[in-house]
């Protein structure tokens, strides 16, 4: 039987929910336009020193900007694009496919009755995340 994106979405928020993994998206480019921004600001207005100081302000802006802010992985799933979940659900399906089920409700039950697999697609997930996303991953808490 096959199994629908929105269920595999579904699995996969339950193993991440099981393993309470949190993920940061990092937007460096948002910091380094705030760099930049400042420093041409200072530079306007200070000159060489103006650039120095807007630099180093804009330096501090943007690392603050930047600092992880961890969202549950399960949020960040179902708010994940559709074309986004259908490239995640091509990778789990690889994991899943061996596996002996009837049904949603039955996959979902060989899953969590298993350590392996709830390590394998939680290694997916934290693989997806961070090659797609370029997020950081923690784990508890």
């Known amino acids: 039987m096959p199994i629908r994106v929105d269920q595999m979405m ?10 309470r993994m949190k993920a ?21 207005v200070g000159g060489p020193l103006g650039i120095a100081l807007g630099g180093a ?3 501090l802006l943007g690392t603050w900007m930047n600092s992880a802010k961890f969202k549950p992985v ?6 994940l694009p559709p ?8 990778e789990a399906i690889a ?7 009837s049904d949603f409700a039955r996959l979902s039950a060989v899953v969590m009755n298993s350590h392996l697999l709830q390590l394998e697609l939680a ?5 997806y995340f961070i090659r797609e996303l370029s997020a950081v991953i923690k ?3």
């Open 123 to 127: 290694k997916l997930l934290e693989n």
């Open 74 to 79: 399960p949020q960040i799933l179902m708010e």
């Open 57 to 59: 302000l804009g330096g």
């Open 83 to 90: 074309a986004e979940q259908q490239k995640l659900y091509i």
């Open 24 to 44: 940061a998206v990092k937007s460096s480019f948002r910091g380094g336009i705030v760099v930049i921004t400042t420093a041409f600001a200072g530079g306007l």
């Open 139 to 141: 784990y508890g808490e």
């Open 95 to 101: 994991v899943i496919k061996s596996l002996d089920w």
């Open 10 to 19: 579904q699995l996969l928020c339950l193993v991440s929910r099981e393993k």
